[in-house]
Protein backbone atom coordinates (compact mmCIF):
# COMPACT_ATOMS: atom_id res chain seq x y z
CA UNK A 1 0.00 0.00 0.00
CA UNK A 2 1.30 3.59 -1.04
CA UNK A 3 1.97 6.54 1.34
CA UNK A 4 -0.92 8.29 -0.21
CA UNK A 5 -3.72 5.06 0.10
CA UNK A 6 -2.88 4.82 3.93
CA UNK A 7 -3.45 8.72 4.31
CA UNK A 8 -6.98 8.11 2.56
CA UNK A 9 -7.67 5.23 4.69
CA UNK A 10 -6.58 7.37 7.76
CA UNK A 11 -8.60 10.30 6.93
CA UNK A 12 -11.53 7.81 6.50
CA UNK A 13 -11.38 6.32 9.37
CA UNK A 14 -11.07 9.63 11.43
CA UNK A 15 -14.09 11.04 9.97
CA UNK A 16 -16.56 7.90 10.57
CA UNK A 17 -14.83 8.04 14.00
CA UNK A 18 -15.51 12.17 14.56
CA UNK A 19 -19.16 11.04 12.31
CA UNK A 20 -19.81 8.22 14.98
CA UNK A 21 -19.32 10.83 17.88
CA UNK A 22 -21.48 13.52 16.52
CA UNK A 23 -24.51 10.83 16.05
CA UNK A 24 -23.94 9.25 19.66
CA UNK A 25 -23.95 13.02 21.22
CA UNK A 26 -26.76 14.04 19.20
CA UNK A 27 -28.38 10.79 20.35
CA UNK A 28 -28.04 11.71 23.73
CA UNK A 29 -28.94 15.18 23.57
CA UNK A 30 -32.06 14.48 22.01
CA UNK A 31 -32.56 11.83 25.05
CA UNK A 32 -31.69 13.76 27.61
CA UNK A 33 -33.88 16.95 26.38
CA UNK A 34 -36.85 14.54 26.21
CA UNK A 35 -36.78 12.50 29.15
CA UNK A 36 -36.24 15.68 31.45
CA UNK A 37 -39.74 16.75 29.81
CA UNK A 38 -41.28 13.62 29.86
CA UNK A 39 -41.24 9.82 31.95
CA UNK A 40 -39.19 7.17 30.62
CA UNK A 41 -41.84 4.76 29.76
CA UNK A 42 -43.61 7.61 27.76
CA UNK A 43 -40.40 8.04 26.22
CA UNK A 44 -40.01 5.99 22.84
CA UNK A 45 -36.74 5.40 20.71
CA UNK A 46 -39.04 6.64 17.76
CA UNK A 47 -39.02 10.02 19.65
CA UNK A 48 -35.59 9.87 20.34
CA UNK A 49 -34.30 8.65 16.83
CA UNK A 50 -37.08 11.84 15.28
CA UNK A 51 -35.45 14.55 18.04
CA UNK A 52 -32.00 13.08 16.76
CA UNK A 53 -32.85 13.21 12.73
CA UNK A 54 -31.56 9.73 12.38
CA UNK A 55 -32.82 6.56 11.80
CA UNK A 56 -34.30 4.71 15.26
CA UNK A 57 -32.13 1.29 14.23
CA UNK A 58 -28.72 3.49 15.42
CA UNK A 59 -30.09 4.07 18.46
CA UNK A 60 -29.98 0.46 19.46
CA UNK A 61 -26.75 0.57 17.49
CA UNK A 62 -24.93 2.82 19.85
CA UNK A 63 -26.50 2.51 22.79
CA UNK A 64 -28.02 -1.05 22.93
CA UNK A 65 -31.58 -0.12 24.73
CA UNK A 66 -33.89 2.14 25.92
CA UNK A 67 -32.27 1.42 29.25
CA UNK A 68 -29.05 1.66 28.54
CA UNK A 69 -29.45 5.18 26.52
CA UNK A 70 -31.59 6.21 29.65
CA UNK A 71 -28.91 5.23 32.41
CA UNK A 72 -26.03 7.04 29.64
CA UNK A 73 -28.54 10.58 30.02
CA UNK A 74 -27.90 10.59 34.13
CA UNK A 75 -24.26 10.19 33.83
CA UNK A 76 -22.77 13.74 32.94
CA UNK A 77 -19.14 12.41 33.08
CA UNK A 78 -17.98 14.85 35.81
CA UNK A 79 -17.87 13.24 38.65
CA UNK A 80 -20.99 13.26 41.25
CA UNK A 81 -23.48 14.64 38.46
CA UNK A 82 -21.88 18.01 39.03
CA UNK A 83 -22.56 18.07 42.90
CA UNK A 84 -21.31 21.26 44.58
CA UNK A 85 -18.25 21.16 46.80
CA UNK A 86 -18.36 22.18 50.48
CA UNK A 87 -17.86 20.83 53.88
CA UNK A 88 -21.03 19.90 56.45
CA UNK A 89 -21.19 23.26 56.83
CA UNK A 90 -22.01 24.81 53.81
CA UNK A 91 -23.05 21.66 51.37
CA UNK A 92 -26.91 21.94 52.28
CA UNK A 93 -26.85 25.83 51.51
CA UNK A 94 -24.50 25.21 48.09
CA UNK A 95 -26.59 22.01 46.67
CA UNK A 96 -29.48 24.10 47.07
CA UNK A 97 -27.55 27.71 45.15
CA UNK A 98 -26.56 25.11 42.58
CA UNK A 99 -30.04 23.33 41.87
CA UNK A 100 -32.16 26.59 41.90
CA UNK A 101 -30.34 28.15 39.54
CA UNK A 102 -29.96 24.85 37.06
CA UNK A 103 -33.54 24.79 36.81
CA UNK A 104 -34.10 28.66 36.70
CA UNK A 105 -32.07 27.96 33.38
CA UNK A 106 -34.48 24.91 32.24
CA UNK A 107 -30.90 22.59 32.17
CA UNK A 108 -32.72 19.65 30.48
CA UNK A 109 -28.94 18.29 30.67
CA UNK A 110 -29.43 17.41 34.83
CA UNK A 111 -29.80 13.99 35.81
CA UNK A 112 -31.65 15.03 39.51
CA UNK A 113 -34.24 16.78 36.90
CA UNK A 114 -34.54 13.74 34.64
CA UNK A 115 -35.05 11.30 37.70
CA UNK A 116 -37.92 13.22 39.22
CA UNK A 117 -39.77 13.26 35.49
CA UNK A 118 -39.63 9.42 35.51
CA UNK A 119 -39.85 8.83 39.66
CA UNK A 120 -43.51 7.56 39.08
CA UNK A 121 -42.68 5.07 36.37
CA UNK A 122 -43.22 1.63 37.32
CA UNK A 123 -40.42 0.66 34.54
CA UNK A 124 -37.53 2.94 35.74
CA UNK A 125 -38.23 2.62 39.52
CA UNK A 126 -34.90 0.27 40.25
CA UNK A 127 -32.79 2.14 37.92
CA UNK A 128 -33.49 5.34 39.44
CA UNK A 129 -33.29 4.17 43.07
CA UNK A 130 -29.30 2.66 41.86
CA UNK A 131 -28.42 5.98 39.69
CA UNK A 132 -29.85 8.25 42.84
CA UNK A 133 -27.99 6.30 45.34
CA UNK A 134 -24.63 6.39 43.22
CA UNK A 135 -24.81 10.07 42.06
CA UNK A 136 -26.30 11.50 44.62
CA UNK A 137 -26.91 9.86 48.18
CA UNK A 138 -23.71 8.30 48.41
CA UNK A 139 -21.56 11.29 47.55
CA UNK A 140 -23.45 13.86 49.73
CA UNK A 141 -23.29 11.02 52.52
CA UNK A 142 -19.34 11.01 51.99
CA UNK A 143 -18.81 14.92 52.04
CA UNK A 144 -21.00 14.74 55.69
CA UNK A 145 -19.79 11.83 57.36
CA UNK A 146 -20.81 10.23 60.28
CA UNK A 147 -22.65 7.22 61.35
CA UNK A 148 -26.06 8.99 60.45
CA UNK A 149 -24.82 10.80 57.30
CA UNK A 150 -27.18 8.68 54.79
CA UNK A 151 -30.30 9.54 56.73
CA UNK A 152 -28.66 13.65 56.76
CA UNK A 153 -28.28 12.84 52.71
CA UNK A 154 -32.01 11.38 52.29
CA UNK A 155 -33.67 14.42 53.84
CA UNK A 156 -31.88 17.15 52.49
CA UNK A 157 -32.35 15.68 48.59
CA UNK A 158 -35.80 14.55 49.55
CA UNK A 159 -36.62 18.69 50.70
CA UNK A 160 -34.13 19.63 47.27
CA UNK A 161 -36.80 16.89 45.17
CA UNK A 162 -40.06 18.68 46.70
CA UNK A 163 -39.33 21.99 46.24
CA UNK A 164 -38.30 20.77 42.07
CA UNK A 165 -41.55 19.41 41.78
CA UNK A 166 -44.03 22.03 44.03
CA UNK A 167 -42.30 24.92 41.94
CA UNK A 168 -41.23 23.44 37.94
CA UNK A 169 -43.69 20.05 37.83
CA UNK A 170 -46.75 21.31 39.65
CA UNK A 171 -45.69 25.25 38.95
CA UNK A 172 -47.38 26.14 42.30
CA UNK A 173 -48.16 30.26 43.06
CA UNK A 174 -46.15 30.82 45.68
CA UNK A 175 -42.75 28.87 44.83
CA UNK A 176 -43.31 29.82 41.46
CA UNK A 177 -43.26 33.46 41.57
CA UNK A 178 -40.37 33.46 44.81
CA UNK A 179 -37.32 34.95 43.82
CA UNK A 180 -34.21 32.73 43.36
CA UNK A 181 -32.08 34.50 45.92
CA UNK A 182 -35.07 34.75 48.17
CA UNK A 183 -35.62 30.74 48.08
CA UNK A 184 -32.22 29.81 48.08
CA UNK A 185 -31.83 31.51 51.23
CA UNK A 186 -34.53 29.90 52.91
CA UNK A 187 -34.65 26.21 51.37
CA UNK A 188 -30.94 26.27 51.73
CA UNK A 189 -31.50 26.99 55.60
CA UNK A 190 -33.48 23.89 56.22
CA UNK A 191 -31.03 21.48 54.08
CA UNK A 192 -28.26 23.06 55.86
CA UNK A 193 -30.01 22.00 59.23
CA UNK A 194 -30.42 18.50 57.91
CA UNK A 195 -26.80 17.96 56.87
CA UNK A 196 -25.13 19.66 60.34
CA UNK A 197 -27.67 20.57 62.96
CA UNK A 198 -29.02 18.70 65.55
CA UNK A 199 -31.70 15.98 64.33
CA UNK A 200 -32.92 14.63 68.01
CA UNK A 201 -35.59 17.24 69.51
CA UNK A 202 -34.19 18.33 72.93
CA UNK A 203 -37.10 19.43 74.57
CA UNK A 204 -40.26 17.29 72.91
CA UNK A 205 -43.29 19.31 73.15
CA UNK A 206 -45.93 17.33 74.86
CA UNK A 207 -48.88 16.40 72.97
CA UNK A 208 -52.44 18.24 73.81
CA UNK A 209 -54.73 16.45 75.72
CA UNK A 210 -58.21 15.89 74.07
CA UNK A 211 -60.89 16.90 75.93
CA UNK A 212 -64.45 16.42 74.45
CA UNK A 213 -65.94 19.19 76.96
CA UNK A 214 -63.34 21.74 75.33
CA UNK A 215 -64.44 20.80 71.65
CA UNK A 216 -67.97 21.40 72.57
CA UNK A 217 -69.19 17.26 72.67
Request: aromatic share 6%; with cysteine; proline share 4%.
Amino acid sequence: MSLRDTAKNTFRRCRRERDAGATRQAILEAARTLFAHDSYERVTIRDIASKAGIDPALVIRYFGSKEDLFLATLDKGDGCSGLPGGDGMSLGHNLIHHYISHWSKQDASDPLLIMIRSASSNDSSDMLRKALNEQFLQPIAEQVGGPDGCLRAELALSQLIGVNIMRSLLHTEALSTIPDEQLIKIVGSVCQHYLSGDLEEKNPSRTPHYSPELHGL
